[in-house]
Every structure is written in C-alpha cells, then in structure tokens.
C-alpha cells in the first residue's frame, strides 16, 4: 500500500476492511500539479528546507566527530570517550520510538520542531561543558533531538510528496552529505585549530535558522495534523514507550560489554540482551527477525545492511594507519570518494525506468557491499596497492546508496499514512540497533584476537602507542564476517516484495 497515493488494485498490502480500523476522511493527497518535480513551484520551499536540515546534520555529524577528541583531552575526559557516543546512540534509539507516536497522532511539525530545538541544545550544552559527564549529557541530548528528527523527516516525505517523486527527495538527502563528508572535518580542524573546539558545537545552531525558516511553514501547510483524524485522540501506546526504554538500555549495556571482555561484562551483556529481546520483538514488524516477505524484509535489509557496512567501515582508517603506515588524513580521505558514489547510487534508484528493477537494484547492491567489504583486508598483503581500498570502498558505497535509499521508498510504500511514524521509526531502530550489535561483536573479535585497545586508537586519541601491535588477523577477524553479513542481505533483498 502507498502511504498517499492509490493503491495499484491488489490492495494486498493494506488490511481489508473491518470494524478495528478508524473511520474518518482519507488522508490529504499532495496538491502538486502532475509531474511536478521535488523543485517545482508546489514543493521547491519543502525541498530546500528539509535537505538543509539534513545537510547540517551530516555537516554535524562529520565536524563534531573530529573536535571531539579535542574536547575529551582538554576535559579530562579519555576514558569516558566511548560513553559520549554510546549516550547518543541510546537516547535516540528512544526518541525514534517517541517520534514515531509522536507524528502519527499530532504530525510531524511538532516532533520535528522539538528534535532540532533540542539537538541545538544539546550541542550548546556539549560545548559550554566543563567537565566530561555534563559533555555526555549534552550529547544525550542531541541523541534524543536527532531520534525526533529522522523519523519526522521520514513521516514528511510520506505525507507531502506523492509515491512517484519519493525517490528523489531521498536521493537528494543522500548527495547532502557529499559535501560535509569532505568539508566538515577539514573544516572543524580548522576552527578547532585557530578558536577551540567549543566552536564547532556552538556554530552550527546558529546554521540551523534558515532552513527552519524555510521548511517549518511547509511542512504546516502540508504535512500538518494527523493522517487519520481519529488517530489524534487514540492515547500513546506505553508498552511501546516501554519497550522503547528497553531497547536504549539493552544497546547500552551490549555496547559496554563489548568493550572491558572480561567476565565480569557477561553481567551487563546478559541483562542486555534480556531487554533487547522482547523490545524487538516488540517494536519491529513481526516476522522481521525471520525475514517474511514485504515490510518485514525491508526493516530487516536496512539493519543488514548498515550494520555490516559501518562495522567495516569504522576499521578502514584504523587498518591503513596501523597496518599500511597512512597518515590518520590520508586514511580519512580514503573513504571520503564514497560519498559521491553513494549519493550516485541514491540517484540511480531514483530514476523512474528503474521502478520495475527495485528488487534486483537492492540484491545488485548488497552484492556489491559485500564484495567491497571482503576486498578492503586484502590490503594486508604488502604486494597489494593501499589505493585498491579506496576503489572498493567507492563500489560499496555505490550499493549503499542503492540499498539504502530503496528500503525507504519501500517503507512508505508499504505503510498506511497513520502508521508511517511507527514503521519509519522501526526502520531506523532496525539501522541503529545492528550497527551497535556488529560493532560491538567486531570489536570484540578484534580485540580479542590482538587488535590492541581499540577504542583509544579508533578515535585518534592513541594510535600509535594504542594500535601498533594489531595483528593482521584481527582486523580480518572483522572484515570476512561482516562481508558474509552482507551476502545474508543480498538473499533478504529477494523478499522484500511480497507475493
């Protein structure tokens, strides 16, 4: 089912009928006159507004991760660095979940309103921090504002823009982070250089104004209210919020766990995956750990897929530095070629012509995910040239960008409009939760196999005296599984059409 246009005649993917569903008129169409682009005159404002909302998060998430270093040095704050990541993930984890309920019953307006006020917050409070936990409460925070604005952006798109200009506004948010992939740490080195760190979290709130301006009236007009004016009155579901508590402390403490590998981290692990259980069972589309066929798929490709490419990815830089003897920005710029060819891969999905080709579009791209993740350790071998990374990675990004735009465009096609807050909220639940997962499964491998303290040298904290007695098979203790992760996806992307 389309979550705004009419269906194609089968009806197969919306419930029949009943007395269970709400009555009500149906939900707004979008008044763009047809074939209209994202950039004509009805949507050109929203368009705008929103991929400028997300370019500045990736121009975020790019600047701050290279000040942060900085700022856990000059806090005293080494050893709890790890936890200022973790504290995001857990808090937006969460929010998704908050933002999902949140958009289907008031809309998206309000929950994306309060996402960017307090993702602004928080970087305010994260750089006028004075010691290492207020820094780490900050970054909650901005956890909790980027979990509110992700699903918003998702319920916007499924309810302003019709199913068949879809594509491209996500092909759009994917070539927004081009730029700040390259820009954004040359550029926070730079300010972090000359005026200090505090800088780079304090400026980019200020950045934010303009695009509100532009995309907040928009979105009002159209994309306000609930889709299903019964939906306004029905009360929040607290076992959702619940299990939604579950989820963030579970992946908290998985991810400290993976970290210490001593026996006693079987405590915190176990009781981890005591609220991890039922929270996704709970909070995903039921059949999505068993990959049932349509949206069930599609959730479960999206975790597959991010999760075995980040873990990867997070050891590229690290095994070049530590192995090939790269300078930490050499090993950074490495990488920074795939996001041109993922914002490429966005595109191409976006072409109308490859509409019917969707599904082969998806396993072609885990195809070539896993290969660029199984290429990357050949680099361990002298005789290999470090530029062969680069060029795999720049394939594998191409997939990524094919994969992960599609399961988005799947997701609102597959959900009712009063549901496309809880669905989208569950596809990034899906994204964030493998990431954690793979990463701390990786990290443990690595580790446990003599790749060192990892923590210290992942971030640049220590590299040389952290890293230099990695050993070559720990780092393929990391890639070979994950690749063999991404294979699992190619054979997921076959289901996510349903019969």
Known sequence: MTALEPHDGTDAARPAPSDDLPSGPPPRLPVGADGEGVLGRTYRALSIGIVSVVFLIAFEATAVGTAMPVAARELNGIPLYAFAFSAYFTTSLFAMVLSGQWADRRGPLQPLATGITAFGAGLLLSGAAGSMWVFIAGRAVQGLGGGLVIVALYVVIGRAYPERIRPAILAAFAASWVIPSVVGPLASGTVTEHLGWRWVFAGIPVLVVIPLALALPAIRRMASGPADPAAAAAPYDRRRIRLALGISA??????????????????????????????????????????????????LLRGVAAGSFIAAESFVPLMLVTQRGLSPTLAGLSLAVGGATWALGSYVQSRPRMEPHRERLMVGGMVLVAASIAAAPSVLIDAVPVWIVAVAWAFGCFGMGMVIASTSVLLLKLSAPEDAGSNSAALQISDGLSNVLLLATGGAAFAALGGGAMGAAAHGAAVGAGASGSHPAAFAAVFLPMAGVAVVGAWVATRVRER
């Open 250 to 299: 579970g992946a908290g403490l998985l991810q400290y766990a993976g970290q210490e590998l001593n026996w006693l981290a079987l405590l915190p692990a176990a009781l981890g995956v005591a609220l991890l259980v039922p929270a996704v069972r709970g909070l995903l589309p039921t059949g999505t750990v068993r990959a049932g066929r349509g949206l069930p798929s599609v959730v």
